[in-house]
């Protein structure tokens, strides 16, 4: 087989890899994960085989749905009780694990820091655990006088049948503060995905457009799918700020419950992680008509063009000028770092694989090192994640995702934006795009491996084949990876570092590549008797 | 303030956990599995279950840490996990070419009541288990007792599973280590070998959680206790256990199947539970104790006599699993520091008589609680009512003490903020001299960091 130092020659046979990986699988995940596992072409039509289960047995990044719903789009709020109904375990994992910063002011609720749990026992699975829930919220709302409090349910709740939805509403009557339940129950989908998209229902339905408040800005924006993971969302909330934008809400990141509830007077929502969030987007639009464009703040290019992309939407001459300041001044910072960090880790393999959009946006960073991304492939992602929206309508909706409800939204007649309808429709004559997302496969090279849901087994082919100098994925793989001897980089964590996000955070990340890149311990790993002939000790104890 | 919901006005729960001192059986099933050799742990139930487990064992470890999932979708919660394990055990087999598949269960495939037992035979009689390949299964419902309670289940599964007794008996002790660090797995065997004792130690996740970097990776470490050695157990003189909560069932267990005697005795924390482990090891190896653990006992007891005048009368609150937290209680006691709020997600009404057995005359004032909403919340509580001068427990302490200007010791699971507990033991009275640097450190750290400058020492 073909390995990695062949790739600078030009066209590599992936085939063989992928023939390799494959003889080792029994032929019915064979079959399954030859679909799944795509030698990259952009100009022609592709079809990858993703948001499907996992098979049994193979060892897997994924996650759970309560993960994606608890975890993901509802834990980095702050002002909110994410009460977990279920055994302990659920709730505990969930517990600060996935470094969602958050700055409370002085006084106010942030209950970030907390883990709350009914923690079921067996008496409330064999004879139901409504009561216990009822009498748990009832305790968390004596000692903390929350203003919303979220149930979340976990595995056995569905299954012993405890109807989260008519105890929070039975409990919101007693109570008089904003209490709601989520159905995502672990086994709900395939992935994390499935909790992601329970989540936007039930934020959609119990928190958006509870307070039609006074507009307090002239640029009224909402970013979505940004979870503030390593203080992505100061930054981004910086640059916001100065140019002049008012961010009404972040889902979810540095966010509060009373944010997201004037959440649909914006003008405009920015839609980061398209897999976690479009859904929200899209209702609101549906029912608001507030329009959403894709954005991306990875990257310091990536992040001037989706600033001038939101410039662009208002149209302000003002607002176009103070983004080009902008820009000008922070380009000047990020090149100096970036043009003495390059030449050092110019041409070095990254591969990655992460999330559902983190896998895509993060190249962006890496090409601006020079460093080519030969693999990535998403964890929970659909098709459109990476072959574009365009193929959404070809989408077949399977049994494990029929069972996710979609909402019926409709017009809100009231408070429609007919106003911004006209903006789009003027905006689309000129060329702006709008609600698109052209995926991760347009973007990666000819010949570039593009793999869904990877598993151990293929991640240790990979490193064996290319041997990449730095590979991104999160804390299951970390060590595994770099035992082998090849560092890896959390791209859900950050590793504890970061803010990544924005021209600061690309900053961050040149400085971090090259930390990781040019550091000689990795050469050390032989010891420097392991290459010489061994020596006959003659004053061993024994002698 | 991080914890800023937090006041002392303690009110009666009955329902609601907050800020849990445990987690869930299946994460301790899946730690005993890791230390057995060229074994693969496997959950049967949600994708999350083993995600999150591994997730929390590598945060702790900074190891890798693989398992398999049965990855249950709605279908299968529906219909029964039977075809998704059938599955996974020949997917595991012929992709990871395990010696032994751990089977563990979780909250979803014991609520809809899937017989692991069952379906684990029907594996066997459809021969999806290769020839000299092992299924050891154990049921670990989430909602019935902690992380410490799936241990002890799954540590039983192997003993039940392995040991057999044949008509020769083995000059050998069966060593049950209890929930520690591959670090005391280590020190046990240390301390077998300066007592001359033959042992079989199980688990041991030395060499497999600490493993050295080569460049390699390695799925199944060199480290574990080996099948053979699992047979072995069945002829071996005596068990002893550290632990009643981990390893009291596998020693009964194993007396049950094999008839082999047990004695119960603390996790070796401190001084007073080493004597107890040392006498109950000369009496079971028959063996006189060497002058060398006497010499490590004086050294240890040395350490304390010098700097006592640091550790009399501080006031500790310390959360943990109750194994680990009972002899370290005593040490603390012993040392003449007052242990005043002790708290322990894990149930067990022994708990409580060892509790009032070492505090009631020497700390009177002692509060304690295990079980339900035994949690760090409530001890928080305490400690806003009257503040203490060192907090001992896993990282999620560092918010109290935070919040408190507490010195902090971190002990038991998880720790995910430092390292050390994976290489330096705790156990034994070297690793008691490793707790009393540590809890000097801290409590010296703090008067050096917060003392007036007229009051700065420069010895101590």
């Not at chain 1, 962006?364 to 998403?378: K, P, W």
């Amino acid at each position: 087989m073909q390995k990695r130092k062949d790739y600078s020659n030009g066209l590599l046979d992936l085939l063989a890899l992928r023939e390799e990986i494959m003889k080792k699988y029994p032929p019915k995940i064979a079959k399954k994960r030859v679909k799944a596992i795509l030698i990259n072409d952009p100009a022609i039509e592709q079809e990858i085989l993703a948001n499907v289960r996992t098979i049994p047995g193979i060892i897997t990044q994924r996650g759970c749905t309560y993960a994606g719903c608890k975890g993901v789009v509802l834990g980095p709020t702050r002002d909110i009780i994410n009460l977990v109904h279920g055994p302990i375990g659920c709730s505990f994992y969930a517990w600060l694990t996935r470094r969602n910063q958050t700055r409370p002011a002085e006084g106010e609720d942030n209950y970030i820091t907390y883990c709350f749990s009914t923690d079921m026992q067996d008496e409330n699975i064999v004879f139901g655990g409504e009561a216990k829930l009822k009498e748990a919220i009832r305790e968390a709302y004596e000692i903390f006088k929350p203003k919303a409090i979220g149930v979340f349910s976990t595995c056995p709740v569905g299954l012993i049948g405890d109807d989260v939805h008519s105890v929070s509403r039975d409990m919101k009557a007693e109570l008089g503060i904003n209490i709601f339940g989520f159905s995502c129950e672990g086994y709900r989908g395939v992935s994390q995905s499935a909790g992601h998209h329970i989540a936007n229902n039930g934020v959609f339905k119990n928190v958006v457009g509870l307070n039609d408040r006074e507009r307090t800005g002239k640029f009224q924006v909402n970013m979505l799918g940004e979870y503030n993971i390593g203080g992505d969302a100061f930054e981004l909330e910086a640059l916001f700020e100065e140019a002049g934008i008012t961010l009404l809400s972040s889902f979810s990141g540095n966010s509060t419950i009373k944010s997201m509830e004037y959440s649909h007077t914006a003008d405009l929502n920015m839609v980061m992680c398209h897999r976690s969030i479009n859904y929200i987007a899209e209702m609101m639009e549906e029912k608001y008509g507030i329009p959403w464009i894709k954005v991306n703040f990875v990257g310091a290019e990536s992040t001037a063009k989706s600033l001038r992309k939101v410039a662009d939407y208002f149209g302000d001459a003002d607002l176009k000028a103070k983004v080009e300041e902008i820009i000008e001044r922070e380009m000047v910072k990020v090149e100096e770092v970036r043009k003495s960090i390059k030449p050092r880790v110019e041409g070095k393999l990254a591969m990655m694989f992460v999330g559902g959009s983190r896998a895509h946006h993060y190249q962006d960073l890496f090409s601006e090192l020079g460093i080519r991304t030969v693999s990535a492939g998403y964890e929970f992602a659909h098709r459109d994640d990476y072959e574009g929206r365009k193929v959404l309508p070809t989408i077949k909706i399977d049994a494990d995702s029929r069972n996710i409800e979609e909402l019926v939204v409709t017009k809100d007649e009231k408070l429609f934006r007919n106003d911004l309808v006209e903006k789009k429709a003027e905006l689309q004559r000129l060329g702006y795009e709008f609600k698109e997302y052209a995926g991760m496969m347009p973007d990666m090279n000819k010949n570039s491996l593009v793999i869904d849901d990877i598993n151990h087994w293929e991640t240790e082919k990979l490193i064996e084949f290319y041997k990449p100098d730095v590979f991104c994925a999160g804390i299951k793989e970390k060590y595994v990876v770099q035992k082998a001897g090849i560092p890896l980089k959390q791209l859900h964590s950050y590793d504890y570092g970061g803010p990544y996000a924005a021209f600061g955070g690309a900053i961050n990340f040149y400085i971090e590549m090259e930390r990781m890149l040019a550091t000689k311990i990795w050469k050390m790993i032989d010891a420097p008797w392991k290459h010489e002939s061994e020596l006959v000790g003659s004053m061993t104890i024994e002698a | 303030m991080l914890l800023r919901h937090t006041t002392n006005e303690v009110k009666e729960r009955k329902a609601l956990t907050v800020n849990p001192a445990k987690t869930c059986q299946p994460v301790g099933a899946m730690y005993a599995a890791l230390g057995v050799h060229g074994c693969l742990p496997h959950s049967h139930g949600s994708q999350g279950c083993c995600s999150y487990h591994r997730s929390a064992l590598t945060r702790h470890y900074k190891e890798p840490v693989m398992a398999a999932t049965s990855s249950f979708t709605e279908g299968s919660s529906v219909f029964g996990g039977q075809a998704n394990l059938m599955q996974a055990i020949e997917t595991i087999f012929t992709v990871y070419e395990p010696e032994i598949i751990a089977v563990h269960s979780t909250c979803l495939s014991e609520t809809i009541g899937d017989d692991l037992n069952q379906i684990v035979i029907k594996a066997r009689e459809e021969g999806k288990v290769p020839l000299g390949k092992f299924i050891v299964q154990a049921a670990t419902p989430s909602y019935v007792g902690s992380h410490v309670t799936g241990f002890a289940n799954m540590l039983e599964a192997f003993v039940k599973y392995f040991a057999e007794k044949t008509d020769e008996k083995r000059r050998q002790i069966n060593l049950l280590s209890g929930w520690v660090e591959p670090a005391d797995m280590r020190e046990l065997k240390r301390l077998m070998k300066v007592m001359k004792i033959k042992s079989v130690l199980i688990p041991d996740t030395s060499d497999v959680l600490d493993t050295p970097m080569t460049g390699k990776f390695e799925m199944y470490p060199k480290g574990g206790t080996t099948i053979p050695e699992m047979v072995s157990m069945g002829d071996s003189m005596q068990s002893l256990g550290l632990g009643e909560w981990a390893t009291q069932k596998a020693a009964i267990s194993l007396n049950n199947k094999c008839k082999v005697p047990f004695e119960i005795t603390d996790i070796p924390i401190g001084i007073k539970a080493t004597d107890r482990f040392i006498q109950a090891l000369a009496k079971a190896g028959r063996v006189s104790i060497p002058e060398q653990i006497s010499e490590e006992r004086g050294r240890l007891i040395d350490v304390i006599t010098d700097m006592h005048q640091y550790l009399y009368g501080k006031r500790v609150a310390v959360f943990g699993d109750p194994d680990n937290i009972i002899p370290l209680i005593e040490f603390l006691v012993d040392m003449d520091m007052k242990p005043v709020y002790i708290v322990s997600g894990t149930p067990g009404k022994y708990f409580e008589s060892r509790m009032a057995e070492i505090l009631s005359d020497r700390v009177p004032e002692t509060k304690y609680k295990n079980g339900p909403q035994a949690d760090m919340f409530l001890m928080h509580q305490w400690i806003k009512e009257n503040p203490v001068d060192l907090l001992i427990g896993n990282t999620y302490g560092k918010y109290i003490a935070r919040d408190e200007n507490i010195p902090f010791v971190r002990m038991g699971f998880p720790i995910v903020d430092r390292i050390g507990h994976s290489y330096f033991s705790t156990l034994g009275y070297m690793g008691g001299l490793r707790i009393v640097e540590k809890i000097l450190s801290a409590i010296m750290d703090k008067q050096d960091a917060t003392c007036l400058e007229e009051k700065f020492e420069l010895v101590m």
